[in-house]
């Protein structure tokens, strides 16, 4: 006769060991590297402005970085040469995070600092621009055109990997707006494997007409600068960016570092598009980042919200952050300062969650001028200054692929 197991009680969730962060960097609308990024936080300033990109005429804002066009590959890497790694070799020069990554190489080794990065289009635009000179006769694309080391999605991994040296494992997440948010989680995960014994994480998304017109046909881009939370929300705007975070074990980090506390991943697939009305999705990310860290709901200070803008996003992230923590839990959504950077938002999110914990200072949602009375949260309109110890940073992505990074001060 089968006998039938009785229902048992889940397996306690595993906990990762935390990991230092030792070195970060950002750049996005708001300028290059974190002490621009810092300032105009703490000025509470949009990067927002008219759309403006390339030949794109659309009613709409976006966030672009300047300078992104007048950085140079070097010779030896020009067969990478594209919007999406101009902006990353523009971003990883900054603050400090070669030499970082110089000397974790020297620590551990090449081969055990692993590589895991993020984008959503990565090099598409080459690709763009090569279908205005397909053949006349025969639809080819031109020749000129290095597919593979420009729009495949794996080429910003072969290319920072071979600008940094780097010899360890490597790949890209392409999971629509939660990309750069997974990679801290896998990049934990193969530390406490013991595969590798640091890693480099981060994410890169460059504008592209491919993103600006496909959102449009969405109807999901607003007129104006994007207002999480507002009531008359009406869209989102979309940036770029590139943020990278040097990931250690804590007993090689300076003293006072913030830590990688924990990461929490689900996949509700509820629409293609759209998340679900009662954020189940989200709220179960945020649950089992929490689970992960060992912590409870009160332990978080600060929530960097997914906020991008819509009707539907907006009001399933509040009902999930409300169903699980005290509504007195200050959060804010940056997109309206930095616009929705897409496969690079949640690595520019945790990096923009880190410096509100170094800063004391946790950022502005701004355009909220009408806050939507719908959405049960303590969100902050403007700069607020507190001891916060730990924040917790949200991505969701179409298809229901999310995620949300614990970060803090070490444990």
Do not use: W
């Not at 990049?187 to 993103?211: E, K, N, P, Y």
Request: proline fraction near 5%; aromatic fraction near 6%; glycine fraction near 10%.
């Amino acid at each position: 006769m089968l006998r039938v197991a009785e229902p048992t009680a889940p397996a306690p969730p595993l906990r990762l060991p935390p990991l230092a962060i030792s070195a970060m960097t950002a750049t996005c609308c708001l300028g290059v590297g974190l002490g621009a990024t810092r300032a105009a936080l703490a000025g509470q300033r949009t990067g927002l402005t008219p759309c403006n990109f390339e030949t794109a005429r659309l009613a709409t804002y976006v966030g672009s970085v300047a300078g992104v066009d007048s950085e140079r590959l070097a010779p030896t890497l020009s067969y990478y040469n594209c919007r999406n790694h101009r902006l990353a070799q523009l971003a990883l020069a900054q603050d400090g995070l070669m030499t970082a990554v110089a000397r974790a190489q020297q620590r551990y080794g090449p081969r055990r600092v692993g590589l895991f990065l993020a984008t959503s289009t990565s090099g598409i635009f080459e690709t763009e621009i090569a279908y205005r000179h397909r053949d006349s006769s025969t639809g080819l694309l031109p020749a000129s055109l290095e597919y593979a080391g420009s729009h495949n999605f794996y080429a910003l991994a072969a290319f920072v990997r071979e600008l940094l040296g780097l010899d360890g494992p490597a790949a890209v997440v392409s999971t629509a707006c939660s990309s750069s948010a997974k990679v801290f989680g896998m990049a934990q995960r193969l530390i406490a494997l013991g595969m590798i014994d640091a890693a480099l994480v981060g994410g890169v998304d460059s504008l592209c007409l491919t993103t600006l017109y496909g959102f449009q046909s969405l109807q999901l881009t607003s007129a104006r600068p994007c207002r999480p939370f507002d009531a008359q929300r009406d869209g989102i705007s979309i940036g770029e960016a590139a943020a990278f975070v040097l990931l250690e074990p804590i007993a090689a980090a300076a003293t006072g570092a913030l830590a990688l506390l924990g990461v929490g991943e689900s996949s509700d697939a509820y629409h293609i598009s759209a998340p679900h009305p009662e954020g189940l999705g989200a709220r179960l990310a945020m649950q089992a980042a929490l689970d992960a860290a060992q912590l409870p709901a009160a332990a978080v200070d600060y929530i960097n919200l997914h906020g991008t803008g819509t009707q539907s996003n907006d009001s399933a992230e509040s009902k999930a952050v409300a169903g699980l923590f005290d509504t007195r839990v200050p959060c804010s959504s940056t997109k309206g300062a930095t616009g929705h950077a897409l496969g690079a938002a949640g690595a520019l999110e945790v990096v923009i969650s880190a410096i509100a914990l170094n800063t004391g200072t946790l950022p502005a949602g701004l355009h909220c001028d009408n806050p939507d009375p719908a959405c049960t949260l303590n969100y902050l309109r403007g700069n607020h200054a507190a001891r916060a110890r730990v924040a917790l940073s949200n991505s969701f992505g179409f298809g229901g692929t999310n995620c949300s990074v614990l970060v803090g001060q070490q444990p």
